[in-house]
DNA sequence: GCCCGACAAGTAGGCTTTCTACGCATGAGG
DNA sequence: CCTCATGCGTAGAAAGCCTACTTGTCGGGC
């Protein structure tokens, strides 16, 4: 899938893998991956300045760590990137609500019992 | 809510709603509008570039008429239109589904009974 | 007669966000 | 020695939507 669509929801994205706990960049990465079941598959070119930019605003707090010599950026959540998560969670539920009314109630398939 | 967060599907909405018959452009917004109980508030500079980007992509034809001394532009849906919506839908789904995962699996705050 | 608000369409310039492509560094395996 | 996986990062370009503005008709109030 393309990210592009994401536009304005990745932020979201980022903070909600991150309330499962602290990681670095990279390992963002796979887990969006891992989690989206290969559908979210996101360069480091999107993933790395998206991080920053949440630093910058205080979402979430990086801090250095060496593993095996190699630098790391463990970034973790803020308490104003919780608080931020959460609205960014009613947001996806407004909007997802709104545009399912015109594109399809977000009834898949769905085996429904 | 900001339509920023629309990015990439604001056109199919707009199919969408092409999709219940043709109409003009401002009539668009208003049906926007109404069917989505007022959360979605377009302005004018946002559905006109976009209904002529979509007209140029050959998925909505555009014809004049003139009601009341006053020129509208009604635009309907066209086969290739229909087509792109049914895409459109699919990807939906499989956006809303993917974010969701991480969102929230749309369940509302819900009351839990 | 004049002005304003609703209807109706459109353009111009700017902002934000993401993508592509690249650079730099370490450690392991061939 | 060279390459690959891990790991972070920047630079420039492309895409999409927004704000603000313009043009024009019609109807109502003053």
């Known amino acids: 899938m393309r990210a592009q ?3 304005g929801h990745l932020d979201a994205l980022l903070l909600a893998v ?3 706990g602290a990681q670095h960049g990279y390992a ?3 887990a969006l991956r891992a989690r989206s ?3 979210l598959d996101l ?3 999107t993933i790395y300045p998206a991080l920053r930019r949440l630093e910058r605003a ?3 707090a990086g ?3 060496t593993v095996n010599g190699r630098e790391r950026r463990t970034y973790q959540l803020t308490d104003a990137g919780s608080r931020a998560l959460a609205g960014e969670r009613a947001g996806w539920r407004e909007f997802s609500a709104t545009v399912g009314r ?3 109630p977000a009834e898949p398939p769905a085996t429904p019992a």
Request: glycine share 20%; no cysteine; net charge negative.
């Open 58 to 60: 205080g979402l979430v």
């Open 37 to 39: 079941g290969g559908t």
């Open 102 to 104: 015109f594109l399809g």
């Open 5 to 7: 669509a994401l536009h």
């Open 18 to 20: 991150l309330e499962q």
């Open 43 to 45: 360069p480091t070119g």
């Open 28 to 30: 963002i990465i796979e």
């Open 63 to 65: 801090t250095w760590s």
